[in-house]
């Protein structure tokens, strides 16, 4: 069993939409998680990064863990044609230092 | 703000050779780490790095693999006989510590022909 699934997508919503991208995971001893955001060919880059169940919020971003049924989301409210990107949700095994991803979600938001 | 850096973007090499990648980490951090992905694939997990030792690896890290710190800012990923499998994207990340958010340079695009 894949430790952290997303579905790869694509998905493809307008320009405004409030996105919804999720992720599974399936080892209850992760410990925190992030969501990074990963342009064509580049590095990913960390959007968000919590620790424990419940909702945290940066900007137009929100991160959503539920801990119950090891179910990651990240909600992208107004988005914009430059959110268009891949999004890999990622954790640490408990006592590990490594960060396990899922596959990435890729997002085409149109003008 | 600090990044991590990655030289070369992109490097091709023939079967057999050896290719050494090289990461300049944000200068306070302690905690390094090499990650790659197959151009479709996810990103894995390839090695830690931490007080000049593997902290932890994963089973495609093997015996062809190497890390080092030579100094105190640059961190290499050397592929000792470079397989037509090992091409791929490498990123480097690095981290205050083993909590911490790791962030990720821009990669290397290594092409084994």
């Known amino acids: 069993q894949k430790e952290v699934e997303q579905d790869p997508g694509p998905l493809s919503v307008p320009e405004g939409a409030i996105v919804s991208l999720n992720c599974t995971y399936s080892?209850?001893?992760?410990?925190?998680f992030m969501w990074y955001r990963q342009y064509s060919r580049k590095g990913p880059e960390l959007l968000m990064y919590?620790?424990?169940?419940g909702n945290k919020e940066d900007g137009r971003f929100t991160a959503q863990v539920d801990k119950s049924s090891k179910y990651i989301s990240l909600f992208i409210r107004d988005s914009q044609p430059s959110d268009s990107a891949t999004y890999l949700c990622?954790?640490?095994?408990?006592?590990?230092?490594?960060?396990?991803f899922g596959q990435g979600t890729r997002l085409t938001i149109n003008p | 703000e600090p990044e991590v850096t990655q030289t070369p973007s992109h490097q091709v090499t023939q079967m057999g050779q050896e290719v050494i990648l090289r990461c300049v980490p944000i200068?306070?951090?302690?905690?390094f780490y090499w990650y790659r992905q197959i151009l479709g694939q996810k990103v894995e997990f390839l090695v830690s790095?931490?007080?000049?030792?593997?902290?932890?690896k994963s089973e495609i890290f093997d015996d062809q693999f190497s890390v080092e710190r030579p100094d105190g800012s640059n961190f290499t990923l050397k592929i000792r006989s470079t397989k037509l499998e090992d091409s791929a994207m490498y990123f480097c990340?690095?981290?205050?510590?083993?909590?911490?958010?790791?962030?990720f340079g821009p990669g290397t695009r290594l092409t084994v022909l």
């Open positions: 990622a954790g640490p095994p408990q006592g590990a230092q490594k960060l396990v």
């Open positions: 990340a690095s981290g205050a510590d083993s909590t911490d958010t790791q962030y």
């Open positions: 919590t620790y424990s169940s």
């Open positions: 080892n209850s001893a992760f410990q925190y």
């Open positions: 200068s306070n951090h302690l905690y």
């Open positions: 790095f931490y007080n000049n030792e593997i902290s932890e």
